[in-house]
């Protein structure tokens, strides 16, 4: 039996800016201590339920933020990038479920830190007519591979946004938004105490909910056109207008690929 945890920063307790996220910060090295310890916390409450493996996946930015010495011995880490499958490498059908933690919520939102998969690059993401988060997003993955999601942990509206999907998540908000870079913080000993007995909770409820979109179309728009001048190298990319694409092939991990290749194509664009 093995859980997956997807980690990512932004919504991790105490992190409220951009510089928590950003390598060459000095307040990044005390927010990857944070995200290293709520992933532990996420992990040995998967443990104390006598499961026997769990895949950690370090999901923000270069993808080399948990400090692995810090992590309990069991866990196996998908680390560094480029990822196949980016936040949720690790996924396979034998995967027993998937958890989120530090998670944010959508760009359109009044979520600390909002923003949806690449904050520089993309401006909203639909999936099966509707806004899509990071949490959406790869979770309708996990549902391609029948893999229930059953846990997250986040600001309150990336909860809420998960919440519109799967209305009783198991889950722990770890602070409450004030503005785009700040928070109503919760003490973070607090927050892994709570993530750790929650996950347990969970896991021995049997709690969990596959998830597909309605369909799998992805409407996406970029901020700046000119990102879009690369996108109509791909066959697959139907340009809509400036700022607006679709990609539709039909079948969602197809998509789901083409969307990441999409925004790294987009920075490829000399101004
Ligand atoms: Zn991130």
């Given at each position: 039996m093995t859980y997956l945890f997807s980690v990512d920063i932004?919504?991790?307790?105490?992190v409220v800016s951009v510089k928590h996220g950003s390598m060459d910060s000095k307040e990044y090295d005390e927010a990857r201590e944070w995200m290293t310890k709520e992933a532990n916390s996420a992990a040995l409450g998967a443990f104390d339920t006598g499961v026997s493996k769990v895949f950690v996946t370090d999901g923000h930015?270069?993808?080399?933020?948990?400090k692995l010495d810090d992590l309990d011995e069991r866990i196996e880490v998908f680390y560094?990038?480029?990822?196949?499958?980016?936040?949720?490498?690790?996924?396979?059908?034998?995967?027993e479920g998937v958890g989120y933690i530090g998670y944010h919520s959508s760009s359109h939102s009044f979520g600390t830190l909002a923003h949806t998969y690449f904050g520089r690059v993309v401006d909203r993401l639909e999936i099966g007519g509707r806004e899509a988060s990071e949490f959406a997003m790869n979770s309708y993955l996990a549902g391609q591979y029948r893999v229930p999601v059953f846990f997250i942990s986040g600001d309150r509206e990336a909860v809420r946004e998960a919440q519109e999907l799967y209305p009783g998540i198991p889950h722990v908000i770890t602070k409450e938004p004030t503005g785009r870079y700040s928070a109503r913080c919760r003490h973070p000993s607090v927050v892994r105490k709570e993530i750790r007995e929650n996950v347990k909770e969970a896991i021995e409820r049997r709690r969990g909910k596959v998830l597909k979109p309605d369909n799998t179309k992805f409407n996406v728009r970029f901020?700046?056109?000119?990102?879009?001048?690369?996108?109509?190298?791909?066959?697959e990319v139907d340009r809509k207008g400036p700022k607006e694409f679709v990609i539709d092939t039909g079948d969602y991990e197809t998509n789901y690929k083409l969307f990441r290749a999409c925004t790294m194509l987009a920075t490829m664009v000399s101004q």
């Open positions: 932004e919504g991790i307790a105490g930015g270069k993808m080399r933020n948990l560094g990038r480029p990822k196949l499958l980016s936040q949720m490498e690790g996924l396979s059908r034998d995967i901020k700046d056109a000119g990102k879009l001048d690369n996108l109509e190298l791909l066959p």
